[in-house]
């Protein structure tokens, strides 16, 4: 089994077992960017647990998740095993109230 596999299995557990869960570079209490920051701060406002990986302590999943999200940059936000975006894309979705709604249904789901 090469660690290419074990990281890519890391990513597929990670987004498994966790119903919500951002990629981002540092901590929800201390983003290490601006871009991070942004996508914490509308998440935190839907007002639901979500959990998070910071790529910084995660070099192999920051290497390897692009590749297997097909999307660049980060942070990534999956919800259910869907990738759902970056931070624009969050923005856009909190101000159209759609972030609220999938965050708040997702959480109620997994609740139960």
Known sequence: MTTEMTTLDKIKQQIAEN???LYMKGSPKLPSCGFSAQAVQVLS???????????????????ELPKF???????????EGE???????????FQAGELQTLIKQTAAKHKA
């Open 83 to 93: 990738l759902i975006g970056g931070c624009d894309i969050m923005l856009e979705m």
């Open 45 to 63: 406002q839907c007002g639901e647990p979500f959990a998070y990986v910071d790529i910084l302590q995660n070099p192999d999943i920051r290497a």
């Open 69 to 79: 999200a097909n999307w660049p940059t980060f942070p990534q936000l999956w919800v």
């Open 19 to 21: 119903p919500i869960i």
